[in-house]
Every structure is written in structure tokens, then in C-alpha cells.
Nanobody, 120 residues
Framework: QVQLVESGGGLVQHGGSLRLSCAAS????????MGWFREAPGKEREFVAA????????FYADSVKGRFTISRDNAKNTVYLQMNSLKPEDTAVYYC?????????????WGKGTLVTVSS
């Protein structure tokens, strides 16, 4: 089992940047696929990005491709989401997600989320 704690959310202006971090507990972090999801007010949770255990493969939702970058540091048990050119429609609670195999509907382990608010 792995526990996930997100950080880095906050208020940013349209066009600004934020970097989210997700710290994972457990010795098997490097074997997990890691991902980020988000849930905007009144909307369903949606896939944002994912990264393979080695970091060699990354996947993005079309809505964030070219603006967001997912990365991981297995030595620090941490996954990151660099968000650039933020838009008001990126406002959401962002959740870290982990599992043994990728799933665009969500993998078994979830953090509690961190709020990102983009002002217009």
C-alpha cells in the first residue's frame, strides 16, 4: 500500500505557473505508475497526466498537453506536475494517484487533493 500527500496548490493568475508535488510513502514507489487527476466544481473527476514507473513514458489529457509536464524522482518518492500557461478552466482540486498499472479511470491509491485556483 502507498500513501500520497499533495502540496503546491494555491491561487495564481491566468497565464501563471504552479508546480504540484506528491510525496509517497512506501518502499515500492518506484514500481508504481503515478498520475494526476482533477475535479472542478460541479464536474466529474478527470484524468490529467500519468507517468510510468521509470519516467520513460508520459501521458496527458488533450486539454493540458503542451502546458503541463509530469515528472518523478524515485529517489525522493515524489511525483511532480509543472503547470504553465494556466487558465481559469484549470481551476480544480488536483489529486495524486498511484497503482501498479495505468488506468485513465483512476488507479487504486489516492491523495486527499490540493486546490488550484486560477483567476481571470
Amino acid at each position: 500500500q502507498v500513501q500520497l500527500v499533495e502540496s503546491g496548490g494555491g491561487l495564481v493568475q491566468h497565464g501563471g505557473s504552479l508546480r504540484l508535488s506528491c510525496a509517497a510513502s512506501g518502499r515500492t514507489f518506484s514500481s508504481y505508475v503515478m498520475g494526476w487527476f482533477r475535479e472542478a466544481p460541479g464536474k466529474e473527476r478527470e484524468f490529467v497526466a500519468a507517468i510510468s514507473w521509470s519516467g520513460g513514458s508520459t501521458f496527458y489529457a488533450d486539454s493540458v498537453k503542451g502546458r503541463f509536464t509530469i515528472s518523478r524522482d524515485n529517489a525522493k518518492n515524489t511525483v511532480y506536475l509543472q503547470m504553465n500557461s494556466l487558465k481559469p478552466e484549470d481551476t480544480a482540486v488536483y489529486y495524486c494517484n498511484a497503482g501498479e498499472s495505468p488506468n485513465y479511470s483512476g488507479m487504486p491509491y489516492w491523495g486527499k487533493g490540493t486546490l488550484v485556483t486560477v483567476s481571470s
